[in-house]
């Protein structure tokens, strides 16, 4: 059974530094890896997706790298913002097909005090 | 694209009632999900349809929980006999069938509470 974990659970930081959010996973076996933001009481917002066979994929201040094989992924978050507080989610995709259900981590919730 | 909408956004019932929720996904998605989620945790699967067909249901849909997707556009789920154990927020997903372009977009999702 594929479980997710995040860490750290919660992370305080003053606005304008870097910061790196850990994901790992126990079945490398994986489609596809998908990091999302959650803001209180809301749903979810896609942030960057990176399928097996891609090592990183980035978006503005956002950069997501995978490693399958020892089953990480980081999402590197550059000059951050007091509008980048919210929970922040990992999620993979099982392997084999292209459908099928996500397995989430429990999130890294992210404050950033100006 | 107006994106992934739910309907109600809240919904509070008392411990026995049935409540049905709904999920318009993204006009063009032939994929739909639901997940569940409590407070603190990531969510959590329970089911999947592929156009009008539910392909997957876990564990955690119990019998007293059913899921539709007719004609393969909307989706309603409907949970009977609430308890206070389902309080949680349901969240609908979405996602082309497409194999490289399936990113899941979700939708605000609905707050239930059950007193």
């Known amino acids: 059974k594929q479980e997710v974990t995040q860490i750290p659970a919660a992370l305080s930081v003053p606005e304008g530094e870097n910061l790196v959010l850990n994901c790992s996973f126990t079945?490398?076996?994986?489609?596809?890896l998908q990091w999302f933001r959650q803001d209180p009481g809301k749903g979810l917002t896609s942030l960057l997706l990176?399928?097996?066979?891609?090592r990183e994929q980035t978006s503005g201040r956002l950069n997501a790298s995978l490693d399958k094989s020892s089953g990480r992924s980081t999402l590197y978050i550059a000059a951050s913002q007091p509008g980048d507080s919210a929970t922040y989610l990992c999620?993979?995709?099982?392997?084999?097909?292209?459908?099928?259900?996500?397995?989430f981590g429990q999130g890294t919730i992210l404050t950033v005090h100006p | 694209d107006t994106g992934v909408s739910q309907d109600p956004r809240h919904k509070i019932t008392k411990r026995g009632q049935n409540v049905t929720f709904r999920c318009d996904p993204i006009?063009?998605?032939?994929?739909l999900y639901w997940y569940r989620q409590t407070l603190g945790q990531g969510p959590e699967f329970l089911t999947y349809?592929?156009?009008?067909?539910?392909?997957?249901k876990s564990r955690l849909l119990s019998d007293r929980f059913s899921a539709e997707r007719p004609k393969g556009s909307f989706s309603t789920l409907e949970i009977q006999r609430t308890e206070q154990g389902d309080s949680a927020m349901y969240l609908c997903?979405?996602?082309?069938?497409?194999?490289?372009?399936?990113?899941?977009?979700f939708g605000p999702g609905t707050r239930l509470t059950v007193l």
């Open positions: 006009s063009e998605h032939n994929r």
């Open positions: 997903a979405s996602s082309r069938l497409a194999p490289i372009y399936n990113e899941q977009f």
């Open positions: 349809f592929q156009n009008e067909a539910q392909l997957e």
């Open positions: 990176i399928q097996s066979s891609q």
């Open positions: 079945d490398s076996a994986i489609y596809n």
């Open positions: 999620a993979v995709k099982p392997g084999g097909t292209s459908y099928g259900k996500l397995t």
